[in-house]
């Protein structure tokens, strides 16, 4: 499997605050734990909710499942070479991953949503919002030049889904974006990730901390280009380099 390097998000810095359990369930709590009780059942799943993590693909935060023909490229913090982000690339599509810290009592998605709709705007582009397999979904369009010099745009998929104490959240790009026979066996994959929490207190929106395996190897860059970063919605970019696993 492949790995690109890129570059990270910006993260919102308020800390977490130390909720206290509600007396009485309010009704956005009750969506929330309805919603939680299905996404335990289909994915992604948290890691106290798989029984070994043996076969999977171990890159710290998340674990993904192998799929024949999947490459995956780590996106890189420049100014740190800290691992921020991670693009699954399948079929000509791709799917870049975050994962970030929430918290207790609430998810990022709603919010999240409403910032990629203003930076869409904010570059003269257009949103969409849509139910689709995970829930509420955005489809983005930014103004794009053509190779041959006419104006066009580009488009990425959108979509979050929010588990204990953390939120994951996907791009989908090329033909994915647009069709959904295209983007199913990445979604299939989507469902199948397992995200790591861990115990320690952090702000929420904080990334968490991904890595490259530990049997992977640097190999050349690849040409294909990588999906925009969220929360923000950026021109894609090519990472500094590629490392392949085994």
Do not use: H
Not at 50 to 66: E, F, H, K, Q, T
Not at 170 to 178: F, P, Q, R, S, T
């Amino acid at each position: 499997m492949v790995f690109g390097l890129g570059r990270k998000s910006k993260k919102d810095q308020a800390a977490e605050p130390d909720e206290a359990q509600a007396s009485t369930e309010s009704p956005d709590s009750a969506d929330k734990a309805s919603a939680d009780t299905g996404r335990r059942a289909t994915g992604p799943f948290d890691v106290s909710e798989i029984s070994s993590r043996d076969g999977y693909v171990d890159l710290g935060a998340l674990l993904i499942a192998p799929s024949e023909g999947l490459q995956l490229r780590l996106e890189v913090e420049e100014a740190t070479q800290r691992v921020v982000a991670v693009t699954m690339d399948l079929n000509g599509s791709s799917l870049q991953l975050q994962a970030f810290a929430a918290p207790k009592s609430e998810g990022l998605w709603d919010e999240i949503r409403e910032q990629i709709g203003q930076s869409v705007g904010s570059q003269g582009g257009q949103v969409e919002e849509i139910q689709g397999e995970f829930g509420s979904e955005l489809i983005a369009k930014l103004p794009a030049g053509a190779q041959d010099g006419s104006q066009g745009y580009r488009v990425a998929r959108f979509i979050g889904v929010d588990g204990p104490r953390w939120f994951l959240r996907g791009v989908l790009g090329g033909e994915a974006a647009m069709q959904r026979e295209a983007a199913a066996p990445l979604e299939a994959l989507f469902r199948q990730i397992v995200v790591i929490r861990g115990d320690s207190p952090m702000p929420p929106r904080d990334l968490l901390q991904l890595r490259l395996p530990k049997d992977a190897t640097a190999t050349p860059p690849p040409a294909a280009p990588e999906v925009p970063a969220a929360p923000e919605f950026k021109e894609p970019g090519r990472g500094p380099e590629v490392t392949q696993i085994g």
